[in-house]
């Protein structure tokens, strides 16, 4: 008896110390400021007033400061992750641990108000352009293609119903392609990152072989350079569910072109170019992801030399940020648009652009939520309907040089830094991120 009191003392006496340093750091040490693992700004210690303290304000960032900068607290939250897993708990926070370390982002019930409006407008859009080549497509996410890769038993939306429900609703007027068996063929490959609730480039590879002939791109390029740019991402899928010791690698794919194939990037929000649609600086962020297009912007204008007169309009989310590396060599322009940032008139860029053809590219949980795509559709029709006919020659910034290097104020960012025995191309359209 003697010896289980001494034990107890023991573990007493060791929680009190943990206890007393976890106290001292908390009240002593300088709190972080941002957690790279959760990708967030923490709570700092709350400044104290009597406003404050009579509104509830100070005691609720009280309580979220020590939750924030408890003492230890990323170690913490792995730790209990790993009970929950060994108890049999399926998820953590919305996030479905899966097999193979996979971390699964669940399967969004869509606002079907919302969804069918944007497809209405995406029906309008496709009646008004029957000139146009219009393409759309919905990408499943993980939780539909890799289903096997589902905790066992774990409840979850069947993605491919909502699918139908889109692939129904289109018209015939335009080309709606169903990527989700052809993805399900290559479900044992890395369609999908385990980390994040992103595709891989290979997960945008095997869409765009599917989406070629629809494309009207007759001949794809067949081989590529891919390059290895990061081993050590961890994406939103870890930050979410705790699981900060998951990591995933990125791959880049640069079309095997001619020798003189360039092209520049113009980003519309930051008044920027570019040599290359790779962003190396993100490498050395938390969100690696963003190695793709630097991010999501409202408007992007790519100008190639490509032998060709066809020129394309991208409405996406960031699913297709991957996707953009395979559609370089088979449109002399392409303008992309994000419709949830972007208020313009997409009515003028169409007719100044010279649209040939139109692409609808968005992941199923996306656009099951978005609210902003018939909006842009929809005030494009009004602006089309009341504006007086105007002269659509195209304007001199829309013209694709000769060569497309870029001018003095063309900076090409610095290559991408890739791992040992990985030889980065030279030229302006190779990635520098």
Sequence with gaps: ?????????????????????????????????FSDNENRMLQQFPEVSARSALSGRLMSQAEDFVEDQ???????????????????????????????????????TPNFEDMDKNLAAINSFAERHADLNIVMSVVPNAVCVCKELLPSGAPSRDQKKDLDHIKNAVSESLNYVDVTDALKKHNTEELYYKSDHHWTSLGAKYTFDELCGPLGIEEPILDYDIMKVTEDFSGTMASNSGAFNVKDEIDIYVPKTAEDFQYVVEYGDIQKKSATIYNSEALASKNKYEVFMGGNYSYVSIKTTAQTDRNLLLFKDS????????????????????????SDDCEKLIDER????????????????????????????????????????TPEDAAVPEDAAASEDT??????????NTAVPETSAAPEE
């Excluded at 060791?14 to 007393?20: E, G, K, N, S, W």
């Excluded at 408890?70 to 170690?75: E, G, N």
């Excluded at 002399?332 to 972007?342: A, C, L």
């Design 1 to 33: 008896m003697s010896e289980q009191k001494g034990v107890f003392k023991y573990i007493f006496l060791v929680f009190a110390v943990v206890i007393l340093i976890a106290d001292f750091c908390l009240i002593f040490m300088h709190g972080k400021s």
């Design 70 to 108: 408890f003492f230890l607290r990323d170690q913490w939250i792995s730790f209990k992750l790993d009970i929950d897993k060994v108890t049999g708990k399926e998820e953590s926070n919305d996030v479905y641990l899966g097999k193979k370390g996979y971390l699964l982002e669940k399967a969004v």
């Design 319 to 342: 699913y297709a940020n991957t996707f953009i590396q395979f559609l370089l060599p088979y449109y002399r322009n392409i303008v992309i648009i994000d419709p949830r940032y972007y």
């Design 354 to 393: 010279r649209i040939t053809d139109v692409l609808f590219l968005y992941n199923m949980n996306t656009f099951a939520l978005d609210n902003s795509l018939a909006g842009v559709l929809e005030d494009a029709a009004v602006t089309e309907d009341t504006a007086a006919p105007e002269d659509a020659a």
């Design 411 to 420: 900076a090409a960012p610095e290559a991408v830094a890739a791992p040992e």
